[in-house]
């Protein structure tokens, strides 16, 4: 049993360049989280997902796009890199009224 | 706004003694409370949690209290274990809203 997978763990970036974060969930969750941790500041909740086709804006959505076309996997994407998104990046899961079950953290850097 | 807050960035204690990890809020909606521990280049794994209609939860090693007057709650390790050391985030929410975490704080537990 995985549990949270996100693809890929590290990457660069340049500015202005565009990639698509992947997160994959096996348990079945309804509710799926994008998060981003910076120091000092915590996890900020980025977009989020309370079921298959359904996507909503968190704290810090600007600059971020996310889908969620099954229910297992949910996409985060950056249109145009900004040294301002360098991050690492969060994935989590959850049933309704559970608590969340994390990813790993895609650690990104954008130049 | 910072609606959760860690006031203290780090805390070091010897093993076998006591861990009390603090945090404050100030909405007053919060009525649902998590622990978070975190190991470098991992994920947060969920700790203990506690509702507003409580003011302690007890799991092994692991007490949450909740003071709702205060709006304080803070995590008591006993006995502390080296494998104890980790960053602790605890995080709060409202009943229909999302989850807000703190900045952590980096628990050293020395042998």
């Known amino acids: 049993n995985a549990g949270v997978t996100q693809t890929p763990k590290f990457r660069v970036l340049k500015t202005g360049q565009s990639m698509t974060l992947l997160c994959a969930q096996d348990?079945?969750?309804?509710?799926m989280y994008w998060y981003r941790q910076d120091p000092g500041m915590g996890l900020r909740l980025i977009h989020y997902?309370?079921?298959?086709?359904?996507?909503a804006k968190g704290e810090v959505p600007d600059g971020y796009n996310v889908s969620r076309l099954k229910k297992q996997n949910f996409l985060l994407g950056l249109e145009s890199a900004a040294p301002s998104q360098t991050s690492v990046y969060f994935c989590?899961?959850?049933?309704?009224?559970?608590?969340?079950?994390f990813g790993d953290g895609t650690r990104l850097s954008i130049l | 706004d910072q609606q959760v807050k860690q006031n203290s960035p780090s805390l070091s204690v010897q093993e076998g003694r006591i861990s009390i990890l603090n945090c404050d809020y100030t909405n007053s909606m919060f009525d649902y409370f998590l622990w978070y521990k975190k190991y470098p280049a991992e994920g947060p794994t969920f700790l203990i949690s506690?509702?507003?209609?409580?003011d302690k939860n007890e799991d092994g090693r692991f007490t949450v209290f909740l003071n709702k007057s205060a709006k304080h709650l803070s995590l008591h390790i006993v006995p502390s274990q080296p494998g104890d050391s980790a960053v602790y985030f605890c995080a709060a929410k409202a009943s229909g809203s999302r989850l807000t975490f703190g900045e952590g704080t980096q628990l050293t537990v020395n042998p």
């Open positions: 989590a899961s959850s049933y309704v009224t559970q608590p969340q079950h």
């Open positions: 348990m079945n969750h309804e509710y």
């Open positions: 997902s309370v079921g298959e086709g359904t996507t």
């Open positions: 506690i509702s507003s209609i409580k």
